[in-house]
């Protein structure tokens, strides 16, 4: 075994820390790890100075990582050491007492520095900035006494740090040098509001005031203005910004502009060390908000750990900010260009604004106030680039398919009590997840998840979970960057997996493990069953379907229920039976006591309570082929009588629904398809809340895409007409290809198309004939493989006997040693 290296880490932050946890997770025995850090304590969240200013939170309460930690991971702490000086030549770190460390591997992450205004008396007590520990211990100890407090700076730092002055008793007045509050973050009607909203609490503003001089002797008196104007102040914060704190690199000769100028690695042009955070430069950018630098240390991590595949393309930024009850949110661009359009909605009384900026289809910007609920979804569409073309009408109107869950406002969020519920899945209750976070120390939705399962089932609770996060972090709370990876054995995405699959012609599980460098050498059950899915689904001749990463009820082709027993649904194409296969059903009912039978809203029949080891025996006397009911796959056809037996019905729907499900069965998907007929538009089959609808009209039949009746309902959208049977089928399989190809594990078709958009899914399936035809064809090949009836094979053939045997038979049998 080789000799551990040397990691030196210089600044003991937030973004330089997560990098060593996510370092410790993939090589924890790579290195000997230490760290210097100038303040002389372990690593606390800077985010949530604010509350702790305000008295809300003590030090304790925020810190992430103390002492303990280092000790445990084998990690020497350096603290309250600040190292002044790096010798590349020699690879040492030496601090102001002396003390040194050789490294093989250096990670600079030493943050930003406030702004200090260079004018006359910036220098006198009392004038502070707020951006550590020991900041707001003096600020706290002025306001115990002293009376009046100045902010310079109208920004997100400023307003909490005029926030909690206030909180502690003090008079606070905000000096700003625009006319607009966070005029970065927000436009000049949702600062107005911010303004208004925060005077009504008590702080006073002056806007458009330039600072000349600090007024004072022995101690900071007042502050006088340009304009000839002068306030009284015992108290002066600076918070005009921050710029990276690059003193150290520069020193050491790396090369720097702005920041720490780094490549997609986090490698600096010198190849041992690396950089995170604050202090950084990525292709022209610095980045002051956690999610960017979190995403930067699992990168800086991934290489570190010689496993090299991870890349930072850059963040998009979004801002989440808390003051005294107020919620703002904003990303992208707050005016757009001349080509841009502007959508508002604005309503005084009730202090919510909302404005989108779009151009070419594409959400470009979002800024919202008092109701910022939508704020992450809005993020979204603009991170995917998605077609808002489908929705526009209701975009303002924020997220329907959410149900009621995520709409109450960030108000009423704070309003919940610790026990209401905010998950049903789960029973997951508001205290629950706050105390998560605050006691585990999260960040994110997924750690949300993990640690509470709170938004980890069907998902309408994500935009409320993602709210008490953002309440619980405070201002600086923005969801990740970018496309989550697949689970945690990989730092892929669903996407870049799909396109390993694909472009290197992975055929098997264990060829995707080697060729990825999985973490874990059988996966897991989050990635087994995408990954099973994504290989049958690409390569249907070549890829072998693997049970054992099949959901129990798929492996065994029936539902479990909650005492451990099965229901079974037999196929029923499109909904028609006979009198012989209801005579079958009712005689296997009878003959194995099956305790319940039900009439589903698939208009088939489900066989509730069936032990498992009847299951083979119940296949067979029913002689009738699987209805999936179970499976991530094709589940029914619904279908009207239509002009055959009705007399408003314009077209032959039972003979379309047949047909339809006769050569879609078996189909396998990201997750469950549903399809409907209608013979009208009066949608007695309810076509149109249907992953794909088909609705006969005069001239032909109207095609919908994209919809969902159940916990999140959902319309379709209308895909286009056509006139002929053969073209319903060509459209519909298309579009089943294109979900197959495109969409992610678990995503139903409704999320799938507000994922991509519909003018993406028109273009693919009816402007592009040639490409339509080509998805069609790949479709029906791929169904030679997928249509074998599971039911038959396991009653007919013995396959997978063993599966239903129960243990104690097996124990039973004859011993070979004795």
Request: hydrophobic fraction near 40%.
């Amino acid at each position: 075994m080789r000799p551990k290296e040397k990691l030196v880490l210089i600044g003991n932050g937030m973004a330089g820390v997560r990098a060593l946890e996510e370092l410790l997770k993939v090589a924890p025995d790579m290195y000997a790890i230490s760290v210097f850090g100038a303040e002389p304590c372990g690593n606390y969240n800077r985010i949530l100075l604010s509350p702790v200013l305000s008295g809300e939170k003590s030090i304790h309460d925020i810190m992430l990582n103390d002492e303990s930690w280092y000790a445990d991971n084998s990690i020497t702490l350096h603290k309250g050491r600040e190292a002044v000086r790096i010798e590349r030549r020699a690879r040492l770190v030496l601090a102001a007492d002396g003390t040194s460390e050789f490294y093989d591997r250096l990670l600079i992450a030493t943050g930003s520095n406030p702004i200090v205004l260079p004018v006359p008396g910036h220098d006198l007590p009392g004038v502070i900035t707020f951006r550590n520990i020991r900041d707001v211990d003096t600020m706290a100890e002025a306001a115990r006494q002293y009376r009046h407090a100045v902010v310079i700076g109208g920004g997100l730092l400023g307003l909490e740090a005029a926030s909690g002055l206030l909180a502690r008793g003090m008079r606070v007045t905000v000096v700003h040098l625009m006319d607009t509050l966070m005029e970065r973050q927000l436009d000049a009607a949702a600062g107005a509001m911010l303004h208004d909203s925060l005077a009504r609490r008590g702080i006073q503003f002056m806007l458009g005031a330039e600072t000349q001089e600090i007024i004072g002797k022995k101690r900071v008196q007042g502050v006088r203005f340009k304009d000839g104007r002068e306030i009284s102040a015992d108290l002066v914060v600076m918070a005009v910004g921050i710029r990276p704190n690059i003193a150290l690199a520069k020193q050491a000769g790396v090369y720097c502009e702005r920041g720490i100028v780094v490549n997609d690695t986090m490698q600096t042009y010198d190849p041992r060390v690396y950089a995170v955070g604050e202090c950084v430069q990525h292709r022209g950018e610095t980045y002051g908000f956690v999610a960017p630098l979190f995403e930067q240390a699992k990168v800086c991590a991934n290489h570190l750990a010689e496993m090299g595949f991870r890349r930072y393309q850059g963040s998009m930024a979004s801002t989440k900010l808390k003051v005294t009850g107020i919620d703002v949110f904003s990303a992208g661009e707050l005016t757009g260009d001349g080509k841009a359009e502007t959508i508002v909605m604005q309503d005084a009384a009730l202090g919510v604004y909302k404005k989108l900026i779009i151009k070419d289809n594409r959400v470009r910007g979002a800024v919202l106030y008092g109701d910022t609920m939508d704020g992450p979804w809005y993020f979204q569409l603009m991170r995917e680039g998605s077609d808002i073309s489908g929705m526009r009408a209701r975009l303002l109107h924020g997220q329907a398919h959410l149900g009621n869950a995520g709409h109450g406002g960030a108000n009423a969020v704070a309003a919940m009590s610790d026990n209401a519920e905010v998950c049903g899945c789960n029973g997951v209750t508001k205290g629950q997840i706050v105390g998560a976070i605050i006691g585990k120390k999260l960040f994110t939705l997924d750690e949300v998840r993990v640690h509470t399962k709170a938004s980890s089932s069907c998902g309408s609770c994500t935009g409320l979970v993602e709210q008490i996060l953002a309440m619980t972090l405070g201002g600086d709370y923005s969801a990740a960057p970018g496309e989550k990876p697949l689970c945690k054995c990989t730092d892929y995405t669903h996407d870049e997996v799909r396109g390993h699959i694909r472009e290197r012609r992975l055929t098997s599980m264990d060829a995707v493990f080697a060729a990825l460098k999985w973490k874990t050498p059988d996966g897991c059950p989050t990635c087994r069953p995408a990954l099973n899915f994504y290989l049958i689904a690409t390569w249907p001749a070549e890829a072998k379907d693997d049970l054992r990463s099949r959901h129990i009820s798929e492996r065994v082709h029936a539902n479990i229920q909650k005492e451990g027993d099965y229901s079974v649904v037999p196929r029923m194409w499109g909904g028609v039976t006979s009198p012989d296969e209801l005579r079958r059903i009712a005689d296997v009912a009878d003959k194995y006591r099956i305790p319940a039978m039900k009439v589903t809203g698939g208009q088939r029949i489900a066989l509730a309570g069936v032990k498992k080891e009847d299951l083979p025996k119940v296949w067979a006397d029913l002689g009738m082929p699987s209805g999936y009911a179970y499976g991530r796959a094709l589940r029914s056809v619904k279908t009207c009588v239509g002009k055959a037996f009705c007399r408003f019905g314009t077209q032959d729907t039972l003979g379309m629904g047949i047909e339809l499900e006769k050569k879609f069965w078996g189909m396998w998907g990201p997750h469950k398809v549903k399809l409907g007929v209608s013979g009208c538009p009066r949608n007695c089959a309810e076509a149109t809340i249907k992953d794909f609808g088909v609705v006969g009209v005069e001239s032909g039949w109207e095609l919908h895409v994209g919809g969902n009746g159940g916990v999140k309902v959902r319309a379709c959208d209308l895909l286009c007409k056509v006139a002929t049977q053969e073209e319903v089928f060509e459209y519909a399989g298309a579009f089943l290809q294109l979900y197959r190809d495109e969409g992610r594990y678990l995503e139903r078709t409704a999320q799938w198309v507000e994922r991509i958009g519909l003018a993406h899914v028109k273009q693919r399936v009816v402007a592009d004939a040639e490409g339509r035809k080509a998805l069609y064809a790949r479709l029906l090949e791929s169904q030679k493989y997928a249509q074998v009836d599971p039911w038959a094979e396991r009653a007919r053939q013995g396959v997978e006997t063993q599966e239903f045997e129960p243990l104690k038979a097996i124990s039973d049998q004859p011993s070979a040693i004795s």
